[in-house]
């Protein structure tokens, strides 16, 4: 009987001990649990004002955009602008927002910077910002201006630590926030051919490969610009989806910026600091130049889809060509001195995105067919075979494309192969510097 108390003595106090052992366990697991907790909080205030910094300055750099005059300020202005939309865009990506409260800005953010880019390529022949292009930026700025303040208001709510503030970063809070997402008005930008921001959230088909080297891609930013890799410096890198290296490169047309991928070394675009070409090369020979470079560059088949005309410069959208067929969504912006008849620049990035080898690109419908589909009022003068991004969907359709006369303009009429529905309808309509589609 002495024997059993004696071993019940020592059970009871074994598991005291481990009953003291788990208590502590729990009480150090809930501290190292708070402690990450808040590190997270913090690193997401972080996120937050690092996101409403690069808005603010957004929004400063459109406002001086109306009131400077010389081509060299819009310029710098205006890529500082698509850097900056690049940092909201993959900061806000970093955050774990729910999709309906950051969807529109990301696309906002992503849309504004490949515009800013489209704008300084524009004017870097030294021409002036069109009223039009006056009228969108003051729309950019109002959303900017929108945002910001949305932003300050979750990043008040963030700060002060109250525990719904946790809320906004998960599930539940999607439909309040979507709600007050929606509060701001987002301008839809149009500044060039059709179907060109069409990069879709979410989506890089066409960026692969292994991760190079700054050396690395110091030999490609070369190749790109035509020079030697000893007249290439370095510059400022980028982040975000296309995390990718800086460079400068000293070439007979001018400096030249290009940006490199850090995964594939391929080129994100490269811009010519400043442009004041004369023109001595015809718009023929320019597209020549432009195609014989983007083959050498290893982009395989492209076609021009559409060109425009600068001051020195022609700016030409070439899409990939599958079996015949044209691929909107796999653009690559290119820009020709007229100078030298040599690319001084090229925009990449929805190439990037969304440049795959496709199927299933046999028409249901024949060209006769799809035609029967439009009204009798459009006079059509040709058609084409096409992929065309819908971004809403999140996918593409193969439509039969007709161009055609209404009333003295240019429509572009798109028409599902598979089961002739109207896709999208645009309006050519010309600029000071050729056509825009709208």
Known sequence: MKAMKIHAGRAAGVLTVLLCVSVGANVVQADYSAELEERLAAQRQREMTDIADAVSGIEVNLAKLLLVSGARQSVELLGETALLAQHVESGLARLPLHHDASGGAMKFAGQMGEYAMALAAQVSGGGMLSSEDESQISGMLTACRALGDHLAQGGETIYAGEPEAQGMYGAEAAQQDGEEAGAVEYPSLIYDGPFSDGRREGRVRGLTGERVTREQAREAAARYAGVTSDRVRDAADSGGV?????????????????????????????????????????????????????????????????????????????????????????????????????????????????????????????????????????????????????????????????????????????????????????????????????
């Not at 000293?250 to 995964?263: H, K, L, M, P, S």
């Not at 320019?286 to 560059?297: E, F, G, K, N, Y």
């Not at 429509?411 to 309006?427: H, P, Q, S």
Request: proline residues 3%; aromatic residues 10%; negative net charge.
């Open 242 to 438: 296309f995390e990718a290296f800086g460079f400068a490169a000293e070439t007979d047309a001018g400096r030249i910026n290009v940006q490199v991928t850090g995964q594939g070394g391929r080129l994100l675009f490269m811009m010519p600091e400043e442009a004041r070409f004369e023109e001595r090369y015809s718009r023929e020979e320019c597209l020549r130049s432009a195609a014989v470079w983007l083959a050498d560059m290893g982009y395989g088949e492209m076609e021009p889809c559409f060109v425009q005309q600068y001051d020195g410069m022609i700016v030409a959208n070439f899409a990939a060509v599958q079996d015949g067929v044209l691929l909107y969504p796999d653009q690559v912006k290119v820009q020709v001195s007229m100078e030298s008849g040599t690319v001084v620049g090229a925009e990449c990035s929805q190439y990037l995105s969304s440049h795959i080898r496709r199927t299933a690109l046999t028409p249901a419908l024949s060209s006769e067919e799809a035609r029967r589909m439009l009204s009798g009022r459009l006079e059509v003068t040709g058609s084409r075979l096409c992929v065309i991004p819908l971004e809403d969907e999140q996918r593409e359709r193969l439509c039969w494309s007709f161009a055609g006369m209404f009333a003295g303009d240019e429509y572009w009429v798109f028409v599902d192969a598979a089961d002739g529905e109207i896709v999208d309808i645009l309006r050519l309509q010309m600029t000071p510097d050729g056509e825009t589609a709208v």
